[in-house]
């Protein structure tokens, strides 16, 4: 069996591995489909050590064998990849922050103990049976692959202290960024504005449910004064994931107001301290998400209230993954979601 593999700078190679049997307390499941995250995007980017466990971590697919000791799922059940339940026994879990787990972390991170050596961009993996969450009957395989960043970014909102009436900038039309965007809609914001370089993106946006979509800049800075008679924004999502994009995410809010940060920059991030503090902004940073907030996002998505559907953009197999991802980092790509089939 061959699973594709970030290995360095603008690097991908298929690594032949044995096919996956699963743990005593393992599955192996069959994929369907595997997104591609800006985590990938930025790996592939930077050539920076990259852990194969999530290289290539948003699948969806179907259980194909099962450990002695697996009783939560069985042979043939459709699944989506999330991360462990709080293991009840850590420190955390013990002093009541079972939200900040250790064992849940590691699991998040692909540094559990049945961590694979190699991710979703493969026909086969075997992973922990506590991984796995059966896939709600309403998803297509496709919108299941598309659970996990949609997770991301509820997390990001629910812990951001969204309030009703709120006007919310989200910073970054990408996956993340319009999962954000249509969590805050969902979550109450009176006015949402994206800021987004790319035109189709932007377009997209509008389409999900945007009240605005501007490029950065002067366009937005006049746009957001105007809306907020000269104040700024509530709160900004920072969903870009570049270093320069943090300060600009807390220029654009309002004295008082929140920022949260929610792309993960590969490089260091300049800011002006005294903007913070004149401007006294409320925090939040989001990583991951917890076990509980998966269920949440896949009923919501099911049940209409979040669309995954318009930012699937392509598909592509294993043998298109280099290409797609050279054309994802270009900055220029007209892809938003592309997601990889690893049978064509």
């Known amino acids: 069996m061959y699973a594709a593999l970030i290995t360095g700078k603008d690097t991908v190679e298929l690594r032949e591995f044995p096919d996956p049997v699963p743990a005593e307390h393992g599955v192996v499941v069959d994929i369907a489909f595997c ?16 852990n194969p466990a999530i290289c290539g971590h948003e699948w969806s ?29 850590c420190a955390a879990c013990r002093q009541g922050q079972a939200g900040y787990c250790q064992q849940a972390f590691l699991s998040a991170v692909g540094r559990d103990a049945l ?28 919108q299941a692959a598309q659970v996990e960043p949609a997770t ?14 709120d006007v919310a900038v989200i910073q970054g039309g990408g996956p993340i960024g319009l999962g954000t965007m249509q969590w805050v809609r969902a979550g109450g914001a009176g006015i949402v504005i994206v800021v987004e370089p790319n035109p189709q993106r932007r377009a997209l946006a509008i389409e999900l449910g945007a009240h605005h979509a501007v490029e950065p800049g002067a366009v937005a ?30 220029d654009l809010a309002r004295r008082g107001g929140a920022m949260c940060l929610v792309g993960l920059p590969d490089e260091e991030a300049a800011i002006t301290v005294g ?13 991951a998400y917890v076990r509980e907030e998966f269920e949440m996002a896949m009923g919501m998505i099911a049940d209409g209230r979040v669309v995954v559907e318009p930012m699937h953009s392509s598909t592509v197999g294993l043998d298109g993954l280099e290409a797609a991802l050279a054309d994802l980092a270009s900055g220029t790509s007209e892809q938003v979601k592309v997601l990889v089939d690893p049978n064509l």
């Open 35 to 50: 997104g591609i995250c800006g985590t990938d995007i930025h790996a592939y980017q930077s050539g920076r050590e990259y």
């Open 61 to 89: 697919g179907t259980v194909s064998a099962i450990g002695a000791a697996v009783r939560s799922v069985g042979e043939g059940d459709r699944v989506v990849v999330s991360v462990a339940s709080a293991c009840g026994a």
């Open 115 to 142: 961590a694979p050596a190699h991710g979703g961009f493969a026909p086969r993996i075997a992973v922990a049976a506590e991984r796995v969450v059966g896939t709600n009957t309403g998803l297509t395989d496709e």
């Open 152 to 165: 991301v970014a509820f997390h990001a909102v629910r812990s951001s202290h969204l309030r009703l009436g």
């Open 221 to 250: 800075d006049e746009l957001i004064k105007e809306l907020t008679h000269g104040l700024g924004a509530d709160i900004v999502y920072e969903c870009v994931g570049r270093g320069f994009a943090v300060q600009s995410a807390v």
């Open 275 to 287: 903007t913070w503090l004149v401007k006294e902004i409320r925090t939040t940073s989001s990583l």
